[in-house]
Every structure is written in C-alpha cells, then in structure tokens.
C-alpha cells in the first residue's frame, strides 16, 4: 500500500485520534473537554443571574419610587429581603433606625455608619455577582498552554515512535501529529469563549454594581435630607 493511501485508510475523525493518543494526551484532553464544559455552565448561569438582578432592581426601583414611607417599604420586606437592592436598601435602613435616640434624634455620625452598612452589603452582593469568573479568566489564560503541553507531548511520542519504526512515511508521522494537534485545538477551544464571556460578563456585572452603589448614594443623600429637615 502507497505511504498516501495508508494514511487515507486511517481514522481521524476526533475520537479516533483521541483513542490512539498516549495517556498523557487523553488526560490533558480530558482536562480540557471538562474546563470548557465548566465554563459553558458557569456562563449560562451567569447570564441567568444577571437577567435576574437587573429585573430585580428594576422592580426594586419602582417600589422605592413610588412615594410610599420608607418605614413601610421596609417593615413589608421583612427580615429577609429577597433581592440585592433590597438587600442594601434592608442594610441602610436598620442602620438608620439603630442610629436613632429613644427621643428621635439621631446619633451623630449616623449618616456615616449608614454609607458604610449598605457598602459592606454592596460588597457581599459584588462577590456573589462575581463568582465563578475568575475560573473563566484562568481557562482563559492557561487552557491554550495546557493543550500546547498536551500538543508537544504528543509530537515527542509520535518521534519517538518514528525512531522505533525508522520510518518516515506519511502513514507513520500523519497519525501522531494529528493526535499531538488535536489537543491546541481543544485548547482553544475552551479558551476562546472563556474570554470571551469573561470580558463580556464582567463588564455587565460592573454595571449592574454601578446601579447599586447609585442607588446607595441617592437613599443616603435621601436620609441626611431628611435629618436636615428634622
């Protein structure tokens, strides 16, 4: 058989050339089949929580707007606030009302300490919008030079095998280096999107924690108002 049609006769769709790997091939390819599979689920659930708190805060906004007492907006949401604007609205309103004296006034340095429950609330609903992307930074980063590792692996035993053989066909060298290939291109695969998404999504949830520290300002500008008018 022609060195060409040997080579023709051969599998090299990506399983077979999976199957024909070395094991340390197979297993920086399955560490990197199970990183882009990580990553796709942490991107669709991110997209998920995000459509979340944007409908969140939105229908938070219209309730804070509406004119009804704070006090009742408040003492409606109850001890556990569902939302991260209620949540932070939740954090500065106990603060106001622990601020007071029994006669009504407000102890001084109340303003302050209420700026700095809703940041600290502001904060913790920041690392729960956060989480998770720090693993799409870190695909995104070194899954390229995993498969690289698993690329240059897989030409060293594919030489070696030539070596063995002293054989330079096509038959002989093709199948190696297309099994060394196979793992920068998985590689790849799992990087791109994972940059992708990670730019994309980290821009949307700065936003979204821009709308809550807007929100903190205007409900403090709100409340030393309203002491002022006291």
Do not use: C
């Not at 805060?57 to 704070?70: A, C, Y």
């Not at 939740?90 to 209420?114: F, K, Q």
């Amino acid at each position: 058989m022609e060195p060409i049609q040997a080579a023709e006769a051969l599998d090299f769709s990506a399983v077979a050339l999976f199957l024909r790997s070395s094991l340390t091939v197979q297993v920086v390819m399955i560490m990197l089949i199970a990183a882009s599979f990580w990553a796709w689920a942490i991107i669709v659930q991110k997209f998920m929580v995000f459509a979340q708190a944007r409908k969140e805060s939105s229908r938070f906004d219209r309730s804070f707007w509406s004119g009804e007492p704070l006090d009742d907006l408040y003492d409606r949401l109850g001890d556990r606030p569902k939302g991260a604007s209620e949540r932070i609205f939740a954090a500065g309103m106990t603060e106001w009302r622990r601020s007071h004296r029994d006669d009504g006034r407000l102890i001084p340095g109340g303003i302050s300490r209420i700026d700095r429950a809703m940041n600290v609330a502001i904060q913790r609903e920041e690392g729960r919008l956060f989480r998770g992307l720090s693993f799409l930074a870190t695909v995104g980063s070194t899954a390229p030079f995993i498969g690289l590792f698993g690329t240059v692996w897989g030409i060293k035993t594919a030489f070696e095998g030539i070596a063995l053989s002293q054989d330079t066909s096509l038959a002989v060298v093709a199948p190696g280096i297309a099994e060394a290939l196979l793992a920068t291109a998985l590689g790849l695969v799992a990087a791109i999107p994972a940059v992708v998404f990670y730019n994309k999504l980290s821009g949307d949830a700065e936003r979204i924690v821009g709308g809550w520290e807007a929100f903190s300002d205007e409900f403090s500008t709100l409340l030393s108002r309203q002491m002022d008018e006291a």
